[in-house]
């Protein structure tokens, strides 16, 4: 796949079909993420790949609670302003993340990165990335949310056997799956309207570039 194609469509895709994706793609995926840079080299992660139904069924419990929680604290009001404002990209948005809390069991694999000594994720985070961009080349959708790890970070760790007082932290839960949907690509302000140049408010004098994939 080219290098911009995968760039500019990989985005977060949460409606994914119960299809089980194949021990070589996930191993092909695993291999892109820890080619990734991390600080000093450390290396310092572990990653923990789930398909076990038993494990699935809890991890979706879990996950519609933590859902719930985090609807009834950060999310408070969200969507009833997004309604009021007819905001139907937020809309949007909120609907497939509950479908995500409501089918959460379904998901054939989901990826759990841990680290340690990396509070900012600067060395994690790299290797999630890549290990969604691989995911993109063999046509997986992924979705990186952290709510399990927000709210059900302990009852996670002793489900999947993470060693205890060892520092081990969980950085995300990685959804993977066939899309029920299409690939595109994602709505954003362009990047003249979020960038400055030299200082902060100096707009950048770029030339206008067209998009280097097809829309269709």
Known sequence: MDLNEALYTTRAMRRVKPDPIPDEVVASMMDAAIRSPSGGNSQNWRWITVTDREKMAQLGEWYAEAWKQLNETFYAGRVEAAREKGDDSTLRVMNSAQWLADNFASVPLVVFPFHRNDPSGASIYPGVWSLMLAARGHGVGTCLTT???????????????????????NAAAVTCGYPLGRWG?????????????????????????????SLD
């Open 147 to 169: 709510v399990l790890g927000i709210f059900k970070h302990d009852e996670v760790c002793e489900l999947l056997g993470v060693p205890e007082g060892k520092g081990w932290t």
């Open 185 to 213: 690509l994602a709505k954003r302000a362009p990047a003249s309207d979020v960038t400055f140049s030299e200082s902060w408010g100096n707009p950048p004098d770029w030339p206008e570039i067209g998009l280097p994939i």
